[in-house]
């Protein structure tokens, strides 16, 4: 199995609070990306990185920011959670670029927003 | 547009029957088609892909798909299902770089 961690596993929290998520990663692979999984809609991107300090949106990115300052590790920031953003977030990694390449994925992080 | 669909949202099939999950996909170019597994409370774990050549892949746990490019179809097959195959099936597009479209899923049930 990739080696990805996300933290936390699970976490409640109330709206206009932050709230951040990590993945940590120790495959060294470039590429990483935050996904959010909701009934009916699939997987949705929320922002990805091409290396450190590279990131770009996806398609659901308004309410999120991201930052990656190491290789290893992938922060999706809710700086003010409202309860759209309750969801599970995946993160997800590739070793390389372009679309052809398989993603992995970590376990997900269950977040509820009250 | 591109995107994906996966038309079964529930699929409820007997141990030991045969299984076929379909997949259909708008993309102007050559796809790259990807087959994820999602257990309950687990990441999505790669089946199989497609990216060029035989159009019949095979994956692990005995799956196969089949790329059509005429009916813009990768449909996800099995001859005999598993219980533990009980699952959320998802299809996927590469969608240019760094980009992919995922299927809303298809959740199976296997009876035993």
């Known amino acids: 199995d990739a080696g990805i961690t996300q933290s936390p596993r699970h976490k409640v929290t109330e709206t206009g609070t932050p709230v951040t998520l990590r993945c940590h990663q120790t495959?060294?692979?470039?590429?990483m990306y935050w996904y959010r999984q909701d009934p009916g809609h699939g997987l949705r991107l929320i922002h990805y990185?091409?290396?450190?300090?590279?990131?770009d949106k996806g398609e659901v990115s308004d309410g999120y920011s991201v930052s990656r300052s190491k290789t290893e590790d992938f922060l999706l920031t809710l700086e003010s959670a409202t309860s759209s953003q309750t969801s599970v977030y995946f993160c997800?990694?590739?070793?390389?670029?372009?679309?052809?390449?398989?993603?992995?994925f970590g376990e997900g992080s269950r977040l509820t927003v009250l | 547009a591109q995107s994906v669909t996966q038309p079964d949202i529930h699929i409820t099939v007997s141990e030991g029957a045969s299984l076929e999950l379909r997949c259909n996909y708008s993309?102007?170019?050559?796809?790259?088609l990807f087959w994820y597994v999602q257990s309950p409370g687990q990441g999505l774990q790669l089946l199989l892909k497609?990216?060029?050549?035989?159009?019949l892949v095979q994956g692990i746990k005995g799956f196969e798909a089949e790329f059509k490019r005429s009916q813009s179809s990768f449909n996800l097959r099995k001859p005999s299902v598993h219980w533990s195959d009980a699952a959320e099936y998802f299809c996927?597009?590469?969608?240019?770089?760094?980009?992919?479209?995922f299927g809303t899923g298809t959740r199976l049930k296997v009876l035993a």
């Open positions: 993309y102007g170019a050559t796809p790259y």
């Open positions: 990185s091409y290396g450190v300090k590279d990131t």
């Open positions: 497609y990216f060029s050549g035989d159009t």
């Open positions: 495959e060294n692979h470039r590429y």
């Open positions: 997800a990694i590739s070793e390389s670029g372009g679309s052809a390449r398989e993603l992995f």
């Open positions: 996927a597009v590469g969608s240019g770089t760094y980009k992919y479209i």
